[in-house]
């Protein structure tokens, strides 16, 4: 079984900071995108940013230039530094992967969600 962990969550003022990380765990050949999604209250899950295993990066229109997407592969991670936080920004953060299992099937895993409120 292969788990992804968000961490990082938090409350935090708008203006603020905060990164957000998420480890790979379990048996598996290989991690290809990695991806954060955010889904606010009463709204569908959204796309943040994406990064391929080769680094290249995309973003929602919403956060680029405040939020930062990068990963350390040897620790399986991926981390999201988010810069100058809205309120609109308050939402459940989703990590996503796409994995290549041992038996070499290809799996979509998603993490628990970690929470951040972004409020005065």
């Known amino acids: 079984q292969v788990q992804l962990v968000e961490s990082g969550g938090g409350l935090v003022q708008p203006g603020g900071s905060l990164r957000l990380s998420c480890a790979a765990s379990?048996?598996?050949?290989?991690?290809?995108?990695m991806s954060w999604y955010r889904q606010a209250p009463g709204r569908e899950r959204e796309l943040v940013a994406t990064?391929?295993?080769?680094?290249?990066?995309n973003y929602a229109g919403s956060v680029k230039g405040r939020f930062t997407i990068s990963r350390a592969n040897a620790k399986n991670t991926v981390y999201l530094q988010m810069n100058s936080l809205k309120p609109e920004d308050t939402a459940v953060y989703y990590c996503?992967?796409?994995?290549?299992?041992?038996?070499?099937?290809?799996?979509?895993?998603w993490g628990r969600g970690t929470l951040v409120t972004v409020s005065s």
């Open positions: 996503h992967a796409r994995v290549l299992d041992i038996t070499l099937m290809n799996l979509e895993i």
């Open positions: 990064i391929t295993s080769g680094g290249l990066t």
């Open positions: 379990g048996s598996f050949f290989s991690i290809n995108a």
